[in-house]
């Protein structure tokens, strides 16, 4: 069936650092592929999509392709802030349901 | 974007009773609203799908009469784990969809921390 791996947590970075979170899927079909954020105390919100090979998703700063050769869609960041310390998810959805990556929580110290 | 409400957010149950979660779509009407359930350092996991005024679908391995679902309206939905216990302490997310198109971003409400002692 559809799985997601990410990449495991915790992650913590100073500010200003460049983030990566790697993302791997496994599916059949041509699935959608989202990344959502859930801050502390709230609950998840979308925070990018791709729905098909080669597009980028992007958000508040944060990009993400959707790379069908390599099965992965990895999110990426070029300068973070204390203000994206969160817990990020990578979900995909094929014909029924979204399917989640376990979550990687990262830390922005300033 | 459209707010789902969940309460309450945390809640502490004695084994052997019954503990119900409310899930509220504040700003829209919902006609599909979804029961996950995740474990430390896992996955979101589905646990079932409720659709307005007809009874859940639940995902398999799940006991459909452990964790009772009704969506008797279109901004509220209720997950009620019945005889709870430990093994039962989990986090759990609801989120709503406005049409039954599932194309239709579904959005999530804070989560219940369960804890069964």
């Known amino acids: 069936g559809n799985s997601v791996t990410q990449m495991e947590g915790p992650v913590t970075l100073s500010e200003e650092a460049f983030l990566t979170i790697n993302c791997t899927y496994t599916a059949t079909g041509y699935p959608s592929l989202f990344w959502y954020v859930q801050y502390p105390g709230e609950g998840l919100q979308l925070l990018l999509k791709?729905?098909?090979?080669?597009d980028k998703g992007s958000n508040k700063g944060f990009e993400a392709t959707y790379r069908k050769e390599t099965t992965s869609f990895h999110l990426e960041k070029g300068s973070v802030q204390v203000s994206d310390s969160a817990v990020y998810f990578c979900?995909?959805?094929?014909?029924?349901?979204?399917?989640f990556g376990q979550g990687t929580r990262l830390t922005i110290n300033p | 974007g459209a707010v789902v409400s969940q309460h309450p957010s945390r809640v502490i149950c004695k084994s052997g009773t019954s503990v119900k979660i409310e899930c509220r779509s504040l700003?829209?009407?919902?006609?599909?609203m979804f029961w996950y359930r995740q474990f430390p350092k896992q996955s979101l996991m589905l646990m079932a799908t409720s659709n307005e005024g007809s009874k859940a679908t639940y995902e398999q391995g799940v006991e459909k009469d452990k964790f009772l679902i009704n969506h008797a309206s279109l901004t509220l939905s209720t997950l009620t784990v019945t005889s709870a216990h430990p093994e039962d302490s989990s986090f759990y997310i609801c989120?709503?969809?406005?049409?039954?198109?599932?194309?239709?971003?579904?959005?999530f409400g804070q989560g219940t921390r369960l804890t069964v002692v």
């Open positions: 700003d829209f009407q919902a006609t599909t």
């Open positions: 791709a729905t098909k090979a080669d």
């Open positions: 979900a995909l959805r094929g014909a029924q349901k979204l399917v």
């Open positions: 989120s709503a969809r406005m049409r039954e198109d599932m194309n239709t971003e579904a959005f």
